[in-house]
């Protein structure tokens, strides 16, 4: 992680690698108990180290798969949103591992349309680079604006289930065919 690489933009944001020097951002966006509420164990904040071992990971994710949980700064100023991308998930089903969309964003940057406008930037270029025939994502069954953010990017409903939390979360679904519908 020794340069700093920009792979998409959209109107109001940039998406770029992360850098070992962006451990204070990633743990400022993890230690706040109202943004991580509801993608960690009911917003139990996380340590410093568990924000070393998540750039670790999206490292490793960028180097393997060409996609991760990128790093998401505003377009005009250059101000750290939160992150946003793609991980691949355990088992799609099928007993593949498969792509899934998930991001967070800093409180500062909740109401402004990023979550939308993000999920469907990083959507149309998933697809678009041939990333994939499908990705899925979840939200928590009490977080209803990201619920609504993936049904507004076309994603579909598929089952409900509970994560290691123990909060129960709806699935998503999204083909490259319904993304062309």
């Not at 991980?87 to 990023?114: F, I, N």
Request: with cysteine; charged share 30%; glycine share 12%.
């Amino acid at each position: 992680m020794s340069e700093r690489t920009t792979v998409l933009t959209s109107d109001r944001l940039v998406f770029s690698t992360w850098l070992d020097t962006d451990l204070d951002d990633i743990f400022a966006l993890h230690s706040d108990p109202e943004v991580t509420r509801y993608i960690s164990a009911r917003g139990k904040p996380e340590s410093r180290e568990r924000g070393r071992e998540r750039l670790s990971q999206w490292a490793a994710d960028h180097a393997r798969h060409g996609f991760c949980k990128f790093r998401v700064t505003s377009r005009d100023r250059g101000d750290f949103l939160g992150r946003a991308g793609f991980g691949m998930l355990g088992s799609g089903g099928d007993g593949e591992a498969v792509p899934e969309l998930g991001y967070a964003l800093c409180r500062s940057a909740w109401g402004q349309g990023y979550a939308s406008e993000a999920s469907m930037a990083l959507r149309d270029w998933f697809f678009n680079e041939g990333f994939g025939d499908r990705f899925i994502a979840f939200a928590d069954l009490e977080n209803p604006g990201s619920l609504r953010v993936l049904e507004k990017i076309g994603m579909r409903r598929t089952h409900q289930a509970p994560l290691e939390s123990g909060a129960l979360f709806q699935f998503f679904d999204l083909t490259r065919d319904e993304w062309r519908g």
